[in-house]
């Protein structure tokens, strides 16, 4: 079992005379004592040989108390209830009470909503309470496993964030625990973006709120610009006492004391490279005429005389000959800034936006609007734009009407939000390959929770053609054959154009099937749900549907469970693992392969081309040396891509160092 050495500060996490009426961590700098005895203690942990048999104690005491209470009547348990609510409030998450909180809350759910608590979710629950971050399985349950934490602590006092990566999953576990916390005695909220300031503030005032990562992160940041820097508790204190209108009552948090992040590893690491800007729009119909002049030159210019690009890192630069043009064309054209660095600048963001942004893959074009489309979650972001007028470059290369520019006013990144948070824990089934991020960053330690079940899942090993469409041919083939026999079939694609050309093959080939991707998102729960019926085949972008279960239907497991196809490398090892991890959930049989490509994206931007032509040649032997050659080249190339984005987070968390330090001089923090 866990030590408790956090718990003596159980009144400093809620609302109240000691934490203030705003309670969050300080986000301070770390020294490099600091930072060595981190690193000491993290690899003590790791030595620790008794972790699962901690929690394996853990789960085994819980229900040796829930046998006594499995004889009471709801009254009794009521009054039991009562009680235990009275003593975590008074005496904070002691050991022994934490075990019976999750006992009570084991009993009560089996009551009401008819789920009773695994072994494995209980050990993952224990795992939460502590702030650490539970690694477990894709289909063990995280949703229900995340109540017990949740809810003990709401028992205590503390208010909790349940934090999640899309607002489907908000309001639908909101709604299916939501019968469990009110038979607990305790409140439950949502925030969507579609929420006015007064609905938002009643959502976070329930003792348990359910909000995507990107609503509470920028609800906080309206929050810091509301308070500014003179919120030192007794100037609050006494705003409130002499008026109405204080900014207490204005602000929509109630500070950041206990999240619980849902697919820890795509909101901590994935949407950790993009900072938060809270912005306006300015009327900047002037800069329209530049950004059409911009992109006009851009289109006329040539990749290779004027231009040099390096897609591995999204970067354009111009030669010699392209700095000559774009003086000529400055000195002929009115829209174009006069500065040099400017119009070089501009130009630089017009040729990114027309060479590196695609169509169907980095953002959708609908009723003339552009989308930009989560790379990680392949769902569309309405409300989000690029910065540094590159969304309105992109507007003009689509022909679209260009929108207002916008004026930042508040900036953060997640790195520094979620270190503000009193006690930060997290869910996920992909953690293993960024455990050390997530420590120095997050000082969150990972601990593996066991299968509630044996693992049926069978994996068919590694496919890799030559071309793109040798492979697509053998999808569509193994596709026809799997339906043949019943077996629905699970394809994740890398893009939006890629998931409709596969459909358009599958279609040619007589193959029924249904597409999700960024123009379907709005029934993608429906559409994932629907996988696992007899002869389904779903061709779906990679991280679609993330966090909806794919329930077999009568008579599939017989034919093998739901069979998943990987069509692409990711840029991550991690998000392989989650889409094979779509089949053979919860002790189901299911199978997996991956059928790739030497002319994948990933592998042609992140290798020399000497060596894909190396590559190319020795594959046509279709040997298991070359086979395995192959992969070691793509594992590589995620490996490359996958350091990449490690140091671009590093660098933003250090530059919002700096920019911290240079603001502090004016006062203005955020």
Known sequence: MFSSPREAGILAMRPGMLSGHYPEREDRPVGWFERAFDVLRRGATLWIPDREAGLGRVAMEIGRLGDGLTGLGNEELSERLVGLRRKVYNQGLREELCLEAF??????????????????????????????????????????????????????????????????????????????????????????????????????????????????????????????????????????????????????????????VDEADSVLIDEARTPLILTRNVNSSAEHAAYREAMKLAQGLENGPDFRIDPARSRIQLTLTGGQKLAHWKSAATGLPQNTRHAEELLSQALHALHLLHRDRDYLVRDDTVHIVDANTGRTMPDRSWERGLHQLVEAKEGCSLTEAREQLGRLTYQHF????????????????????????????????????????????????????????????????????????????????????????????????????????????????????????????????????????DGVAALGGLHVIASCPNEARRIDRQLLGRCARQGDPGSCQALLSLEDELLQQNSHPSLLRVLQVYTKANGMLHERLNLFCIRRAQLRVEGRHRRARRNLLRQQRRTGRMLAFSGNME
């Open 418 to 553: 979620f270190r503000r948070y009193l006690r930060l824990a997290g869910l996920t089934g992909t953690a293993r390959e960024v455990g050390r991020e997530l420590w120095s960053t997050y000082s969150l330690e990972i601990h593996r929770v066991p299968l509630n079940r044996p693992s049926r899942r069978r994996r068919m090993g590694t496919r890799i053609f030559i071309s793109m469409d040798e492979k697509w041919t053998a999808i569509t083939a193994a596709v026809k054959d799997l339906q043949t026999n019943g077996q629905p079939v699970l394809i994740g694609t890398g893009s939006v154009a890629e998931s409709e050309l596969l459909s358009e093959r599958l279609t040619f080939a007589g193959v029924l099937h249904r597409v999700l991707n960024a123009r379907q998102d709005e029934a993608e729960a429906e559409i994932v749900a629907a996988a696992g019926q007899k002869g389904q085949v779903t061709v779906a972008t990679n991280m679609a549907g993330r966090g909806t279960d794919i329930p077999l239907a």
């Open 103 to 260: 006992t009570l809350i084991r009993e009560i759910s089996g009551r009401t909503i008819g789920q009773r608590h695994y072994d494995s979710q209980l050990m993952a629950g224990w795992v939460l309470l502590h702030g650490r971050l539970a690694e477990m399985e894709t289909g063990e349950g995280k949703t229900l496993a995340a109540t017990l934490a949740a809810a003990t602590a709401a028992l205590a006092g503390i208010p909790v964030h349940v934090l999640t990566v899309n607002e489907y999953l908000v309001q639908r576990d909101a709604a299916a625990m939501g019968p469990l916390y009110r038979a607990l005695g305790l409140s439950v909220g949502f925030v969507t973006e579609a929420m006015p300031p007064e609905e938002r503030r009643e959502a976070y005032a329930c003792d348990v709120t359910y909000a995507t990562n990107k609503q509470v992160a920028f609800d906080y940041l309206r929050d810091r610009l509301l308070l500014g820097n003179e919120r030192s508790r007794l100037r609050l204190k006494l705003e409130s006492a002499y008026t109405d209108h204080h900014r207490m009552g204005q602000s929509l948090l109630r500070g950041l004391c206990f999240a619980i």
